[in-house]
């Protein structure tokens, strides 16, 4: 089955073409994706030029309303993010703060316009806040209208102060390549799922 569409945004600060590790992870889910029949598109956020703001459209430039036309037209959004001193990177917040527009945007029934949609979120870095970094994302996502399957989140982090990345294995850690594939199958389960049937109208 091929009827469902993915999106990853990847929330590194790093610009294409410099490796990145939350990259090399998008690239991890989607394959598991794929594999369940879901096609997909990657984005690096950075390489796009979108403003800080809170509204679909800020206007002069901002590069959001391009990528979210793409978020609109998925049913599966990633969001892979680094840590940088325990926190989801500048980045990630900002893209969640764009994605706070979508509070006020609803279809003919009253739903939000993310309803239906499910989010998966992986995270990667060489310190503590892999836990924190995880909640604090889908609980942004799921507020703003993103649905979570069972076990939406995965991680990799390497041994705190020091200078290994994920990028820098031959092979994906077994327990990450594990969480991977769980994500990527329950919210693929859980998109079929609201395809077929989505959310009651708010009464």
């Given at each position: 089955m091929t009827d469902l569409k993915a999106l990853t945004l990847v929330c590194t600060l790093k610009p294409s073409p410099n490796d990145s590790s939350s990259d090399l992870l998008a690239r991890d889910i989607q394959g598991e994706l794929n594999s369940r029949g879901v096609a997909g598109e990657i984005v690096r956020v950075v390489d796009h030029d979108v403003r800080f703001g809170v509204t679909t459209d800020e206007g002069d430039g901002d590069e959001w309303?391009?990528?979210?036309?793409?978020?609109?037209?998925?049913?599966?959004?990633?969001?892979?993010?680094?840590?940088?001193?325990?926190?989801?990177?500048?980045?990630?917040?900002?893209?969640?703060?764009?994605?706070?527009?979508?509070?006020?945007?609803?279809?003919?029934q009253g739903r939000k316009s993310t309803y239906g949609k499910v989010a998966i979120v992986g995270v990667v870095g060489n310190e503590d806040g892999a836990h924190h970094t995880v909640s604090?994302?889908?609980?942004?996502?799921?507020?703003?209208?993103?649905?979570?399957?069972?076990?939406?989140?995965?991680?990799?982090?390497?041994?705190?102060?020091?200078?290994?990345?994920?990028?820098?294995?031959?092979?994906?850690?077994?327990?990450?390549?594990?969480?991977?594939?769980?994500?990527?199958?329950?919210a693929v389960h859980l998109a079929r799922l609201l395809r077929a049937t989505q959310y009651p109208a708010p009464t």
């Open positions: 309303p391009v990528i979210r036309a793409k978020v609109m037209a998925a049913d599966i959004l990633v969001l892979t993010v680094p840590i940088w001193l325990g926190q989801p990177s500048s980045v990630c917040k900002m893209v969640l703060e764009r994605l706070d527009a979508e509070l006020g945007e609803t279809d003919d604090a994302c889908l609980q942004a996502l799921n507020d703003v209208g993103f649905s979570l399957a069972a076990n939406a989140g995965t991680y990799w982090v390497g041994e705190a102060m020091q200078a290994v990345n994920y990028d820098d294995h031959d092979e994906t850690p077994e327990k990450t390549a594990s969480a991977t594939t769980m994500a990527a199958s329950n």
